[in-house]
């Protein structure tokens, strides 16, 4: 039996993104992110109605700044007490996981889309989708990228404008491009 792309997707596989059931899942992310991103302040000091419906999990106490984007939505996962401030982006193809009190600074994003290195495949919309797991209390600085496949374990913190390529043990502070232990 032939598995869709979003099953090859949801497995970690190689799937073509030029998808029309996986285009049906990102509008509807697209217009959550919309109506959050056009609320007024006073009605997103707690994470918005249309983020809590779109995400798969969100615990107490989250709040998401205004702009914000996601791919899918429904591959993220917040614990308690989240903050991520303006201007993320969490390309949220596989899951990713944000433990409780962390803290996401301006700008960062983080990535879970891995392209395909062949530039014809990659052109045929070929990637693949390796989850992001981020600990409790952890300090993500502004404009920090945290590539696919990573790990962060409880505590640590990312330095502002970091480029995390490979995992970061519990407590680590982490610097530079490539993110380094300091």
């Not at 918005?48 to 107490?60: H, I, Q, V």
């Not at 990535?111 to 952890?138: F, M, Q, S, Y």
């Amino acid at each position: 039996m032939m598995r869709t792309e979003r099953e090859k997707m949801e497995a970690g596989e190689w799937y073509t993104c030029l998808d029309d059931a996986l285009e049906d899942l990102r509008m509807v992310a697209l217009n959550a992110v919309h109506a959050h991103n056009h609320l007024s302040p006073s009605e997103r000091r707690t994470l918005s109605a249309p983020l809590r419906a779109l995400f798969a999990e969100a615990g107490t106490n989250c709040l998401i700044e205004a702009p914000f984007h996601c791919s899918y939505g429904r591959n993220i996962h917040l614990g308690a007490e989240v903050f991520i401030n303006s201007g993320c982006v969490i390309l949220d193809s596989a899951s990713v996981r944000i433990g409780d009190g962390t803290m996401i600074g301006t700008g960062a994003q983080i990535l879970c889309a891995d392209h395909h290195r062949d530039p014809v495949k990659r052109r045929a919309g070929i990637e693949r989708a390796l989850p992001v797991n981020i600990g409790a209390d952890v300090w993500i600085g502004a404009g920090a990228i945290i590539m696919p496949g990573i790990t962060i374990k409880d505590q640590a913190i990312v330095g502002a404008g970091a480029v995390v390529t490979k995992d970061i043990a519990e407590g680590a502070t982490v610097v530079g491009i490539p993110a380094r232990p300091t």
